[in-house]
Structure formats: structure tokens, C-alpha cells
């Protein structure tokens, strides 16, 4: 069963940490949980057109929150750092925002 590229990148990741490594052409994006390493290259290519060098994922564990009495859980996601070759264009969503 083929997942398609729209499934495994959920969201760009857009703070002041994921922002400064634009420069170093470091991208951040929420990922689905399922998805590996290769299937998140896979679709980073195939949807900005870039060749991508590396990829680094982070497990983000729910965190707890609290309503009065009632405490639980927020979901928990993973995210990926993907990092492009050197001879690879940027991808224009982050270009723009910088």
C-alpha cells in the first residue's frame, strides 16, 4: 500500500528555531507517524521538486494540560528535519517567508 506525498507531509513547522535554519537549508515539517525516513525523502521530492541530502525525525510526546479539575493529554506527532543538498533549490514556501 503506496501512501501519497500529501499524507506523509502534514504541515510546515514555522518558529524562530525552524526558521533560522533556513540558511543551512534545514526544513521542518509535521510528518505522519507511520511515515519513515525514506517515505518522507520520497515526499519532499516529489512535492517542492528539490533533491533532499538527509532527513531527522523527532517523536514529540503529548503534553499534559489542564481544564479545572480534568488533566489529559494533547495528541503526540513527529516531525522531520529535512536537509537539501547543496546544489538543490530552496523550497519557495520558507524562501518567501524569510
Known amino acids: ?21 533556513i540558511e543551512m537549508k ?11 525516513k525514506v517515505d518522507i525523502a520520497r515526499a519532499v521530492e516529489e512535492l517542492f521538486g528539490v533533491e533532499v541530502e538527509k532527513v531527522n525525525t523527532v517523536s514529540v510526546r503529548g503534553r499534559f494540560r489542564r481544564k479545572g479539575m480534568n488533566g489529559g493529554y494533547t495528541a503526540s506527532s513527529k516531525k522531520a528535519i529535512v536537509t537539501l543538498t547543496e546544489k538543490s533549490k530552496g523550497i519557495e514556501f520558507f524562501e518567501s517567508m524569510v
Not at 26 to 36: C, E, H, P, Q
Open 1 to 21: 500500500m503506496k501512501i501519497a506525498a500529501q499524507d506523509i507531509i502534514l504541515a510546515p513547522v514555522i518558529t524562530e528555531a525552524s526558521m533560522q535554519g
Open 26 to 36: 534545514k526544513y521542518t515539517f509535521k510528518v505522519a507517524k507511520t511515515a519513515t
